[in-house]
């Protein structure tokens, strides 16, 4: 079985269930930790593989915190820079 490498790193969005404790929120580093107005937690960060993404997801795990959802990130573009034209002909 051949498996494809990548020197990229991927972005993932994260949507976790309440708040982070911030002595557990300074243990994922670089990561941007958002609190949202449902109560839930944001974390968007780089993973360098999957292996790396699923420590993560152990360490969440770990410290008993739910993951809503994972995402991976592919070329986002804020709102306001997406051209919603339609073409000419």
């Known amino acids: 079985m051949e498996y494809l490498k990548s ?3 991927s972005t993932y969005r994260i949507r976790l269930k309440g708040s982070l404790d911030h002595r557990i929120a300074d243990l994922f ?3 941007t930790i ?3 107005e449902s109560g839930e937690t944001l ?3 780089q993973f360098t593989d999957q292996s790396a993404l699923r420590g ?3 360490q969440l795990w770990n410290f008993n915190i739910t ?3 994972i995402e991976r990130i592919e ?3 804020p709102i306001d820079s ?3 034209s339609l073409p000419r002909e």
């Open 67 to 69: 993951v809503l959802s």
């Open 82 to 84: 997406i051209d919603l």
């Open 29 to 31: 580093g670089d990561f």
């Open 43 to 45: 974390l968007v960060g």
């Open 75 to 77: 070329n986002e573009k």
């Open 7 to 9: 020197n990229q790193e």
């Open 56 to 58: 993560l997801v152990d």
């Open 34 to 36: 958002t609190l949202l």
